[in-house]
């Protein structure tokens, strides 16, 4: 090679090498900026996640909690050393899905979850949270872990249960002037019926006497005509035909006004019996014949109510006090509905039905009332949502039914109505015993 | 086009038709670095072209060979300089296939802005593979070239039929590769 040739080389060997530098350089300060961009992201996302008010709690791909951020170190009341590598599972009851399904179930479905559940705080004891948990997944959708986000409701479902206990009272409020009146009724006819066989037995004791002296005369051999005379002028004064026809009338009259007054006073009690906090076995018709029972003053002059009654229907897990509170409203306002529809003209009718669907229970309330337009429909379950008088509802019965329906018990609630024409609640609640309420897919 | 297709190229050069070769096609060629390349560089894949088609006229041979010849070469150099790329890939086909789903998405990461052609593969049964090259650029050759380095590092015989397919921009040629039963 000659030395131009070699120069030559050389020079280029030298360029490149500046060139191989300056890249380096480059690639150097370009590295350094993706670093400091990568830290900032990082410090930001550590921001937001400190920032949020919901708990969040970050597994690997065992399901053992790695990472936490500062609401739920708050809400646990246990720093993430402490929690660390324990299973998230562990922080929730045994009943809870997330529990009882495992963690396993998450990455097989790939579904996340939602409900509420309890959860246990250092600080304040057992909490009610609201709780989500999805699979995270690596780049290539790999699991990676479980993000599950905590919110406590515990406050909101205090207030709740206050509000629900308030409406409680102010239906029973409310019903009590009707439940006086359809006491009074058989009170009244039982009053009298008593006050008539008190007379009739002052009478037949008169009568009884004579017959007495009848017989003591006759004893003594005297004579028994002006004894007989005085018997049958004493019978024909108390009417005794009138009074051994009517007697037995009187007492069975008696005895079924007293029933009433019975079934009343029994349904009222059951109704107003205090919520349990526990499921319990309920007899869903009995439920629906008391809760029918006690709204009577409010339909009676509206409508007829029919009940057709699954005889085989099972009893169902249920609060029995929330249970008759919801038949309730909505008997209620099948009575309303109908009397805006007809005012005092023309009859309605109520038909309650009760069967077995599957594994569920229902109950279909249908009414002829004056039905509801969609843009009603769609908003009956709205807090606060009202189309009554102001003063005259509060807006609540139907959401607060919603709520316990849906969400205590697991059930569904839904409406078919035609405006004009008439309303089919239709409510559905789970028989099987351990399908939790708070528990269901996330939609 | 990567700075190392360009080294290596006038290495190749250099050791197989000397260094006065290389001098005098770089000279000839009025690159715009002077030839001054490096292999972490990024350059016009024209400028490899001019460098190829100065070798033709140099020695008389086609551009067509020599870019075939280059490939054979430049896979010997990446079984040295890219081991990681072989270990544990026992045959021709099973590192063809790897070259989109792994090479180059390992490229990608190291230069962001590479653009390396894009290989669709397809078996059929186990001695037959179709390949299908598509690239903004003309180097076919060079990817049939590769393949022939392939069939020497894993030392088997293996048979190539190329047909060029028609396409408006760059270049698309299905490769099907037939292994000796």
Same mark, same amino acid.
């Given at each position: 090679?000659?030395? *131009?040739?070699?120069?030559?080389?050389?020079?280029?060997?030298?360029?490149?090498?500046?060139?191989?530098?300056?890249?380096?350089?480059?690639?150097?300060?370009?590295?350094?900026?993706?670093?400091?961009?990568?830290?900032?992201?990082?410090?930001?996302?550590?921001?937001?996640?400190?920032?949020?008010?919901?708990?969040?709690?970050?597994?690997?791909?065992?399901?053992?909690?790695?990472?936490?951020?500062?609401?739920?170190?708050?809400?646990?009341?246990?720093?993430?050393?402490?929690?660390?590598?324990?299973?998230?599972?562990?922080?929730?009851?045994?009943?809870?899905?997330?529990?009882? %399904?495992?963690?396993?179930?998450?990455?097989?479905?790939?579904?996340? !979850?939602?409900?509420?559940?309890?959860?246990?705080? !250092?600080?304040?004891?057992?909490?009610?949270?609201?709780?989500?948990?999805?699979?995270?997944?690596?780049?290539?959708?790999?699991?990676?872990?479980?993000?599950?986000?905590?919110?406590?409701?515990?406050?909101?479902?205090?207030? %709740?249960?206050?509000?629900?206990?308030?409406?409680?009272?102010?239906?029973?409020?409310?019903?009590?002037?009707?439940? *006086?009146?359809?006491?009074?009724?058989?009170?009244?006819?039982?009053?009298?019926?008593?006050?008539?066989?008190?007379?009739?037995?002052?009478?037949?004791?008169?009568?009884?006497?004579?017959?007495?002296?009848?017989?003591?005369?006759?004893?003594?051999?005297?004579?028994?005509?002006?004894?007989?005379?005085?018997?049958?002028?004493?019978?024909?004064?108390?009417?005794?035909?009138?009074?051994?026809?009517?007697?037995?009338?009187?007492?069975?009259?008696?005895?079924?006004?007293?029933? !009433?007054?019975?079934?009343?006073?029994?349904?009222?009690?059951?109704?107003?019996?205090?919520?349990?906090?526990?499921?319990?076995?309920?007899?869903?018709?009995? #439920?629906? %014949?008391?809760?029918?029972?006690?709204?009577?003053?409010?339909?009676?002059?509206? *409508?007829?109510?029919?009940? @057709?009654?699954?005889?085989?229907?099972?009893?169902?897990?249920?609060?029995?006090?929330?249970?008759?509170?919801?038949?309730?409203?909505?008997?209620?306002?099948?009575?309303?509905?109908?009397?805006?529809?007809?005012?005092?003209?023309?009859?309605?009718?109520?038909?309650?039905?009760?069967?077995?669907?599957?594994?569920?229970?229902?109950?279909?309330? !249908? @009414?002829?009332?004056?039905?509801?337009?969609?843009?009603?429909?769609?908003?009956?379950?709205?807090?606060?949502?009202?189309?009554?008088?102001?003063?005259?509802?509060?807006?609540?019965?139907?959401?607060?039914?919603?709520?316990?329906?849906?969400?205590?018990?697991?059930?569904?609630?839904?409406?078919?109505?035609?405006?004009?024409?008439?309303?089919?609640?239709?409510?559905?609640?789970?028989?099987?015993?351990?399908?939790?309420?708070?528990?269901?897919?996330? #939609? | 086009?990567?700075?190392?297709?360009?080294?290596?190229?006038?290495?190749?050069?250099?050791?197989?038709?000397?260094?006065?070769?290389?001098?005098?096609?770089?000279?000839?060629?009025?690159?715009?670095?002077?030839?001054?390349?490096?292999?972490?560089?990024?350059?016009?894949?024209?400028?490899?072209?001019?460098? $190829?088609?100065?070798?033709?006229?140099?020695?008389?041979?086609?551009?067509?060979?020599?870019?075939?010849?280059?490939?054979?070469?430049?896979?010997?150099?990446?079984? $040295?300089?890219?081991?990681?790329?072989?270990?544990?890939?026992?045959?021709?086909?099973?590192?063809?296939?790897?070259?989109?789903?792994?090479?180059?998405?390992?490229?990608?990461?190291?230069?962001?802005?590479?653009?390396?052609?894009?290989?669709?593969?397809?078996?059929?049964?186990?001695?037959?593979?179709?390949?299908?090259?598509?690239?903004?650029?003309?180097?076919?050759?060079?990817?049939?070239?590769?393949?022939?380095?392939?069939?020497?590092?894993?030392?088997?015989?293996?048979?190539?039929?190329?047909?060029?397919?028609? $396409?408006?921009?760059?270049?698309?040629?299905?490769? $099907?590769?037939?292994?000796?039963?």
């Amino acid at each position: 090679m000659s030395d *131009a040739g070699r120069d030559r080389r050389v020079e280029r060997e030298r360029a490149a090498r500046k060139t191989a530098e300056t890249l380096l350089e480059e690639k150097s300060r370009e590295l350094f900026l993706a670093i400091r961009e990568l830290e900032e992201s990082r410090d930001h996302l550590d921001r937001i996640l400190a920032s949020m008010l919901n708990a969040l709690i970050v597994t690997d791909v065992e399901g053992n909690i790695e990472s936490m951020n500062t609401a739920a170190r708050s809400l646990l009341g246990y720093e993430v050393e402490e929690l660390e590598g324990r299973p998230l599972v562990e922080l929730f009851p045994e009943d809870c899905v997330l529990r009882s %399904e495992g963690i396993e179930r998450l990455f097989e479905t790939r579904e996340a !979850r939602r409900g509420e559940t309890t959860c246990t705080s !250092r600080r304040d004891g057992t909490l009610q949270v609201q709780y989500s948990a999805s699979v995270l997944e690596t780049h290539d959708h790999e699991p990676r872990g479980i993000v599950c986000v905590l919110q406590d409701v515990s406050e909101q479902r205090s207030l %709740e249960r206050q509000l629900w206990r308030a409406q409680k009272l102010e239906s029973i409020g409310q019903l009590a002037a009707g439940v *006086a009146h359809e006491i009074n009724t058989p009170i009244q006819y039982v009053g009298d019926n008593t006050r008539f066989v008190q007379q009739s037995v002052s009478d037949l004791t008169t009568l009884l006497a004579e017959y007495g002296r009848l017989v003591e005369k006759a004893k003594c051999g005297e004579a028994l005509e002006e004894a007989i005379a005085r018997i049958q002028q004493v019978a024909e004064s108390v009417d005794v035909e009138f009074m051994l026809a009517e007697l037995p009338v009187a007492l069975e009259q008696s005895i079924e006004g007293v029933d !009433r007054v019975a079934e009343i006073v029994g349904a009222m009690k059951q109704f107003s019996h205090p919520g349990s906090e526990e499921k319990t076995a309920v007899d869903l018709n009995e #439920a629906v %014949e008391s809760s029918v029972t006690v709204a009577r003053n409010e339909w009676k002059r509206v *409508a007829e109510v029919t009940l @057709d009654l699954a005889e085989d229907l099972p009893f169902v897990p249920a609060l029995p006090g929330d249970l008759h509170q919801v038949i309730l409203h909505v008997v209620v306002n099948a009575a309303h509905a109908i009397g805006e529809k007809n005012g005092d003209g023309e009859q309605g009718s109520i038909a309650v039905a009760t069967r077995r669907s599957g594994d569920f229970a229902e109950i279909r309330i !249908r @009414d002829t009332g004056c039905g509801m337009s969609d843009s009603v429909k769609n908003r009956i379950f709205d807090p606060f949502f009202t189309t009554k008088p102001v003063g005259t509802g509060t807006g609540q019965g139907l959401a607060v039914s919603h709520d316990v329906i849906v969400n205590k018990h697991g059930g569904t609630i839904d409406v078919e109505t035609v405006d004009g024409q008439g309303t089919t609640f239709i409510i559905r609640l789970p028989l099987d015993a351990t399908v939790d309420a708070s528990e269901r897919p996330a #939609a | 086009m990567k700075g190392i297709v360009f080294t290596e190229f006038i290495e190749m050069v250099e050791d197989v038709f000397g260094p006065d070769t290389a001098d005098e096609i770089i000279d000839g060629c009025d690159l715009p670095n002077g030839g001054a390349y490096t292999a972490v560089g990024t350059y016009d894949s024209r400028e490899l072209l001019a460098l $190829v088609t100065a070798l033709g006229k140099a020695t008389s041979t086609s551009v067509p060979d020599l870019v075939q010849a280059y490939g054979k070469h430049l896979l010997t150099r990446f079984v $040295v300089s890219y081991p990681d790329f072989f270990e544990g890939v026992e045959s021709t086909f099973d590192f063809l296939e790897s070259v989109e789903t792994h090479i180059h998405v390992e490229a990608r990461k190291l230069y962001p802005d590479a653009e390396p052609p894009r290989f669709t593969c397809e078996r059929d049964g186990d001695h037959t593979l179709s390949m299908v090259y598509e690239s903004t650029r003309p180097f076919a050759d060079l990817a049939e070239g590769l393949m022939l380095g392939c069939f020497e590092h894993f030392d088997e015989d293996v048979t190539i039929e190329r047909e060029d397919l028609r $396409v408006d921009e760059g270049s698309r040629v299905r490769f $099907v590769l037939r292994k000796a039963a």
